[in-house]
């Protein structure tokens, strides 16, 4: 099974600041990783799939970089609807895994 | 709008049984995989089962194999999860999604808002 593993696990930022999530795969995934984000006691919406592509109506301040074993998402400005857990996953190969989730606070 | 609403979590006790479902709205159901997901209380988000658009290809996750069994309604856009033989290390908040593609091969870019099951004695 293909571990993701996420840094850091907890990331303090204010409003308006730069915030950089990382997510490393223990193998090549190709560009075949997606961005969640999970509010308390919601459900995880779609940021990014194919590494880089952002998501139906999602803000441009999202973006998603990456290929192969490192990827990154950054949110060049954060807003308060913005703090949340970040989960990244890849669907290159069975089963599909998760990293352990970043908290922006 | 796409949507998908989980339904048929509650308390059981180690051992018993749950049926879990996915009504889905909004899209062309027979046209997806589906897949379930959980979240176990204050953990991250695990992938459960995955079937594709016509229930010819299903996956299903080392930790469930042999207990649990997915399937569909495409005639009336249901997803199940049959949950048998349950732990209590099932418990947790499932989470119904579709795919992206029919054989689920991508990402899951509907989520429904989850529905909590319980194994205790």
């Known amino acids: 099974e293909i571990v993701m593993t996420q840094y850091p696990g907890t990331l303090s930022v204010s409003p308006g600041e730069r915030a950089t999530l990382s997510c490393r795969a223990s193998q090549s995934v190709s560009h075949e990783l997606a961005w969640y984000q999970q509010r308390p006691g919601q459900a995880p919406r779609l940021i990014v799939y194919?590494?880089?592509t952002r998501a139906t109506g999602i803000p441009d301040r999202f973006s998603g970089s990456g290929s192969g074993t490192h990827f990154t998402l950054t949110i060049s400005s954060l807003q308060s609807e913005d703090f949340a857990i970040y989960y990244c996953q890849q669907y290159n190969k069975w089963p599909k895994t998760f990293g352990q989730g970043t908290k922006v606070e | 709008e796409m949507q998908v609403l989980e339904s048929g979590g509650g308390l059981v006790q180690p051992g018993g049984s749950l049926r879990l479902s996915c009504a889905a709205s909004g899209f062309a159901f027979n046209t997806f995989a589906m897949s379930w997901f959980r979240q176990a209380p204050g953990e991250g988000l695990e992938w459960v089962s995955s079937i594709s658009n016509g229930g010819a290809v299903i996956n299903y996750a080392d930790s469930v194999k042999g207990r649990f069994i997915v399937s569909r309604d495409n005639s009336n856009r249901i997803l199940y999860l049959q949950m048998d033989s349950l732990r209590v290390e099932d418990t947790a908040v499932y989470f119904c999604?579709?795919?992206?593609?029919?054989?689920?091969?991508?990402?899951?870019?509907?989520w429904g808002t989850g529905t909590t099951v319980t194994v205790s004695p």
């Open positions: 999604a579709k795919d992206s593609t029919a054989y689920s091969s991508g990402w899951s870019n509907v």
């Open positions: 194919g590494a880089s």
